[in-house]
């Protein structure tokens, strides 16, 4: 039998030798969004010039505000590439240890649980379960409260939430693109107004019995960076509180300092009974996630020798937990959130300014901390024959994504909101870098004054292979 030989190997893509990125992409992965992002011209791939700045393949300079909120110290940051070094050369526990102590994971969840109770302390007794992302998180979390209330079949979700897309967490996201293929979901879901209070209360008092637990985002960020009003987040707690309802904060975009406090639901005035966290925890490295819930609560779920009836190969494993660990001291030990929340304070300014100085391409603006959003006008006005309403919407986000990379500026589209962009800059980024982007975003709107202007700017092969992609 000959010898297996592969296409490709480690050593040549180390090099730059692999070839075509795009056509590798578009042959064996997700080739339409490949080639969507390839007609608007910011597919990549990206070099990476230091922790806040990369360069495209044409040399052009950007200024990185992407990546979903997931990379609070950018790309590479040398503090945590060091730490990393240390860990594979010194380290000696087992990589996975899934029926044994590490103390990796159990450090990792008492550093957790110090910091919640350090702002919370209803916590203090709170346990830690590890998974790899934001939607394991939300799994977690859902089990955990159906556990804890089981007669309670129903869950409460909000307009606009995004929760993930695994299919616990996809019955949260209440979005027709993604939940019609795959409807009926489970669980029971009911969806409310985002920040009325009214609503909320009229649900509890007519059949809090068969409320599960209420899942909410203390700010809305693939929704386009909503901001809930004052005084909001405390009251649905109290609700739920007066009605023997779970509370579940989804701060897996919002926690750690992203939106300025280490828990946005917290400051706010709620203390969650589950709070979920994921994106800036890997440090940009590796994918983790954690669900924190009260004792009982925990216990509920993974009671005795039950306790092995929620699991994950992958969670708790000790590289994950130490670049977890680490990325949280980094976060500590930098004074990050508070440098988050001063930093933004300056963007939304200057945000806020553009959107009074372009009126014709800016829609509104939004932000919390280093969580920026967009929303723009329409490019067209009217229902486009073939074309579902929501392409047609994205395409002025799209257009502006293109636009901004084009002014070098690497930012990214919200999944939940389709006019909008956001920028999302780690928290640890220069001033005098901050303080570039926003010029740049503004040169931008400068050039570009309506969406149509925008449109124009599309060579028309493009736009004739955009439309083909839509038209499938």
């Known amino acids: 039998m000959a010898p297996t ?6 050593s040549e893509l180390l090099r730059g030798q692999v070839g075509d990125a795009l ?31 990369l360069e495209d393949q044409e040399g052009r300079h950007l200024i990185h505000a992407g990546g979903y909120a997931a990379m609070p110290f950018g790309e590479a940051y040398p503090p945590l590439l060091d730490f990393v070094r240390e860990y594979l050369v010194n380290n ?7 029926q044994s102590l590490s103390e990796w994971r159990g450090a990792l969840a008492a550093n957790l649980v110090a910091l919640l109770t350090s702002v919370a302390p209803s916590h203090a007794d709170s346990h830690a379960y590890f998974g790899n992302s934001g939607a394991e998180a939300i799994e977690a979390a859902l089990k955990m409260a159906r556990a804890t209330r089981p007669k309670a079949e129903q869950f409460i979700n909000f307009e606009h939430a995004y929760h993930g897309k695994t299919h616990g967490a996809l019955a ?12 009926p979901l489970a669980p029971d879901v009911r969806t409310l107004p985002y920040g009325d209070i009214d609503a909320l209360e009229n649900v509890l008092q007519r059949g809090a019995d068969r409320i599960c637990a209420i899942v909410i985002e203390p700010i809305q960020g693939e929704g386009g960076v909503i901001l809930p009003p004052a005084g909001y987040l405390r009251q649905v707690g109290e609700l739920a509180r007066k009605h023997g309802v779970l509370v579940i904060a989804d701060e897996i975009q919002t926690g750690l300092g992203r939106t300025g406090p280490w828990f946005a639901s917290v400051a706010a005035g709620m203390d969650p009974d589950i709070i979920t966290l994921a994106k800036p925890l890997g440090g940009g490295i590796v994918p983790v996630s954690a669900t924190i819930a009260r004792r009982s609560i925990y216990k ?6 039950a306790s092995k009836r929620h699991s994950t190969t992958f969670g708790g494993g000790s590289f994950a937990m130490a670049v977890a660990l680490k990325s949280l001291e980094l976060l500590v030990n930098e004074g990050l959130p508070e440098r988050s929340a001063t930093s933004g304070r300056y963007g939304l300014d200057r945000l806020t300014a553009m959107a009074k100085r372009f009126p014709g391409l800016v829609d509104s603006v939004r932000g919390a901390g280093m969580l920026f959003a967009v929303s723009l006008k329409p490019v067209v006005g009217f229902k486009v ?14 257009l502006f994504l293109r636009e901004l990379h084009q002014g070098g500026v690497h930012g990214c589209y919200s999944t939940n909101a389709s006019r909008t962009a956001r920028l999302t800059p780690p928290l640890n980024q220069p001033q005098e870098t901050l303080v ?8 931008v709107m400068a050039k570009n004054p309506t969406p149509l202007a925008m449109l124009k700017k599309l060579p028309l092969p493009r ?7 839509a038209l499938g």
């Open 300 to 305: 509920a779920l993974l009671p005795g020798l």
């Open 436 to 443: 570039e982007m926003f010029d740049r975003v503004e040169a």
């Open 5 to 10: 030989r592969l296409p490709h190997s480690t």
């Open 463 to 469: 736009m004739l292979k955009l439309a083909r992609v």
């Open 172 to 183: 949260l996201t209440p979005n027709e693109e993604y939940q019609a293929p795959f409807r």
């Open 23 to 53: 056509d590798l992409e578009t042959r064996h992965g997700n080739g339409d969004l490949m080639r969507v992002l390839d007609i608007l011209g910011i597919a990549g791939p990206f070099k990476v010039l230091n922790p806040w700045e």
């Open 385 to 398: 024959p073939g074309v579902s309403e929501e392409d047609v919407q994205t395409l002025a986000a799209a």
């Open 92 to 98: 000696h526990q087992l990589g996975l240890p899934q």
